[in-house]
T-cell receptor, first 113, second 114 residues
Framework: AQSVTQLDSQVPVFEEAPVELRCNYS??????LFWYVQYPNQGLQLLLK??????LVKGINGFEAEFNKSQTSFHLRKPSVHISDTAEYFC???????????FGKGTRLHILP | DSGVTQTPKHLITATGQRVTLRCSPR?????VYWYQQSLDQGLQFLIQ???????AKGNILERFSAQQFPDLHSELNLSSLELGDSALYFC?????????????FGPGTRLTVT
């Protein structure tokens, strides 16, 4: 079955430290991959997406993600987080030929002072 | 501000009732998507319309229905409401129909069923 898994429901990290949010997917066909961010009491906003081409994707707010086909992963990274990065982050996947996007359960990022 | 508007912002109703949620997409966007976000189920895709036609269907219950009107706004109708329907309902829009097009999310409608 096609699915997406976010391995951590919550990630605490100190301000100015690096962070990695993990995402794995399961699919027998090619995929599009996305990371969305949801700030408190707001809708979702696209951080970055992988459609094809370079496996390293850069997004907004200093985030980047790397598509690893052999490990079926699309982990999100930021070298130095700020208090304003406090939010919930969703990994999402869409499968070629299907308009639907399947979202992971989300990872809540807690920035510690 | 994504440019997608949703009304109402909050809705409190009783079990068995029917409600209508409204979404206006960004100017120029032809696709509208509906999602349900709850603590136990996470963010679930419900249904997509493109230029007035149903394009894709997800985990939408038979008690729920949607449509997209000629002016491209969309409505999600929820009937015979149950306590478990309490959730945040998001609308998103995109310029095209495929998943490669960026989806812009509205602020959501919080539905509470008592």
């Amino acid at each position: 079955a096609q699915s997406v898994t976010q391995l951590d429901s919550q990630v605490p990290v100190f301000e100015e430290a690096p962070v990695e949010l993990r995402c794995n997917y399961s699919s027998s066909v090619s995929v599009y991959l996305f990371w969305y961010v949801q700030y408190p009491n707001q809708g979702l906003q696209l951080l970055l997406k992988y459609l094809s081409g370079s496996t390293l994707v850069k997004g907004i707010n200093g985030f980047e993600a790397e598509f690893n086909k052999s490990q079926t992963s699309f982990h999100l990274r930021k070298p130095s987080v700020h208090i304003s990065d406090t939010a919930e982050y969703f990994c999402a996947v869409s499968f070629y030929g299907d308009d639907k996007i399947i979202f992971g359960k989300g990872t809540r990022l807690h920035i510690l002072p | 501000d994504s440019g997608v508007t949703q009304t109402p912002k909050h809705l409190i109703t009783a079990t068995g009732q029917r409600v209508t949620l409204r979404c206006s997409p960004r100017s120029g966007d032809l696709s509208v998507y509906w999602y349900q976000q709850s603590l136990d189920q996470g963010l679930q895709f419900l249904i997509q319309y493109y230029n007035g036609e149903e394009r894709a269907k997800g985990n939408i219950l038979e008690r729920f229905s949607a449509q997209q009107f000629p002016d491209l706004h969309s409505e999600l109708n929820l009937s015979s409401l149950e306590l478990g329907d309490s959730a945040l309902y998001f609308c998103a829009s995109s310029v095209g129909a495929g998943a490669s097009y960026e989806q812009y999310f509205g602020p959501g409608t919080r539905l509470t069923v008592t």
